[in-house]
């Protein structure tokens, strides 16, 4: 009965029968959250163990059916490290080659030339999960004067029980996309701390509401928009024929829609604020924030002229385990070297999404934009003569050409990202003249030429001091 009810459901919206179900998926998350509150915020904590592992289990068979076994295994396979191998590197190495080897496994044996929502999609989220538990176990047996306050706040005293690994990897409210947490998060959860009323229920309804108004937004305007601009149309001749100018203006506008596919489902994470998991303090306003579990920051991702700027504001919490939390990047810090260190984890997080040439050459794109950016912004910081130009009356024409160009080179690693393969990709490269390899080089190139011309010598050499 529920198949053909999909099935009708899929052809009326006109979106393949899988997204239909997973954006269903999210939004169950939200009747889950207020039966927690409701009726389960006092109970012990086996009981809210039990609710979370059997309402993520039943979200993850609505999706994915029997696969859901590929999942209950890593969980079992992980918490017998966490038992058996004690706080140990070996437990840290062993869950880290595991999980990671598990998840390729699936993306090879799964593999297609499309983007398909299968089980290795929530995998790829558990994977990160259970890798960070295994580093947060690991801090706990640390004293905390060894420990920074990233990992002293995710540092777990003693190990879980199975059934508290389970809930925590099934959580409603991060299983299928995210954000993601720490397991001290989430024991804080269930003992009832995250709220902003000891002892009640979070007063989050109206915030969630309102981050799920935004996210619902965010959905409808992919949905209108995404038919006009398919991924396939880079592959036509159509596409090939049109001026040069066009094929560029395309992939700014393509890629500015095509991640509201991420964006909607990532702020409405609502969810997460509604149980209580997205409470964060108070702010330094007085004011309770409820961004804990926060995985975008709209306002930063829709104005901001940077790619460093869309970076923090995209896909915050995965960036945040990889790059700048308690797990990968802060412990490559023995390699001396900082860009040797973003390429690790740059090179990490290229593996985690697939084995496709695509995501390859769109993280080393990635990775080159943002140096160069870097070292452009040293370049206009360090001169008194961009200073003065970047803080004039100017400034609004500069910010649209930066906004231009941002969202133009934005859009230009994105495309190997979405199309995968090496034959497809490469063709709208070519048909682009490889624009964005030549202009990032070329500035590359340049800018030593123009610190040279435009930056007082003075400076400098304070600089090379320094």
């Known amino acids: 009965m529920a198949a053909p009810l999909m099935e009708k459901l899929s052809e009326s919206l006109g979106s393949p029968e899988p997204a239909v179900r997973l ?52 969980i079992l396979v992980q918490f017998l490290m966490l038992r058996l191998m004690g706080r140990t590197i070996t437990t840290i190495l062993s869950s880290f080659s595991f999980q990671m080897l598990y998840l390729l496994a699936g993306y090879y044996y799964t593999a297609t030339e499309e983007y398909d929502i299968k089980w290795t ?66 024991q804080r959860l269930v003992a009832g701390e995250l709220t902003d009323c000891p002892g009640k229920p979070p007063n989050s309804v109206i915030p969630a509401m309102k981050r799920f108004a935004l996210g619902l937004l965010c959905l409808v305007i992919y949905t209108i928009f995404s038919p006009h601009y398919p991924d396939s149309y880079y592959l036509t001749d159509e596409y090939e024929a049109q001026p040069f100018w066009y094929r560029c203006v395309f992939i700014l506008i393509w890629a500015k829609i095509i991640l509201y596919k991420y964006v909607s489902c990532w702020v409405i994470e609502g969810v997460c604020i509604l149980s209580g998991l997205g409470y964060n303090g108070v702010g330094e306003d007085g004011e309770h924030k409820w961004d804990a579990c926060a995985n975008m920051k709209v306002w930063l991702f829709e104005t901001t002229p940077l790619f460093t700027g869309t970076i923090s504001s995209f896909n915050i919490n995965t960036n945040s385990w990889a790059a700048r939390s308690v797990h990968v990047f802060k412990r490559l810090k023995f390699l001396g070297n900082k860009i040797v260190s973003q390429v690790a984890t740059l090179l990490f997080l290229t593996i985690w999404h697939g084995l496709h040439s695509g995501y390859i050459m769109c993280f080393s794109m990635e990775f080159i934009i943002v140096y160069v950016e870097r070292q452009a912004q040293a370049l206009v910081r360090d001169s008194p003569l961009l200073t003065r130009l970047a803080n004039s009356w100017l400034y609004p024409l500069i910010y649209i050409v930066q ?15 979405c199309l995968f393969t090496y034959d497809k990709w490469l063709k709208v ?10 202009f990032f080089f070329t500035v590359y190139l340049i800018l030593p030429y123009l610190r040279k011309l435009l930056v007082p010598k003075r400076e400098r050499s304070e600089k090379k001091q320094d």
């Open 121 to 186: 999609m929530p995998h790829c989220v558990l994977t990160l999960k259970l890798i960070g538990l295994s580093f947060d176990y690991y801090d706990g047996g640390k004293k905390p004067s060894e420990l920074n306050a990233d990992q002293q706040k995710a540092a777990l005293p003693s190990v879980p029980s199975l059934l508290e690994v389970y809930g925590f990897s099934y959580f409603y409210g991060g299983f299928l996309v995210g954000p993601q947490f720490t397991l001290r998060s989430y």
């Open 429 to 438: 490269y070519s048909s682009v003249y490889f624009c964005g390899h030549i």
């Open 403 to 417: 906004q231009f160009i941002h969202w133009l080179f934005m859009g230009y690693p994105l495309v190997p990202f």
């Open 23 to 74: 954006i269903l998926s999210v939004l169950i998350g939200y009747p889950c959250a207020l039966v927690y509150r409701q009726f389960l915020f006092h109970q012990p904590a086996t009981t809210v163990h039990l609710f979370h592992t059997f309402s993520g289990l039943a979200l993850a068979a609505f999706n994915f059916g029997s696969q859901i076994c590929h999942s209950a295994i890593c």
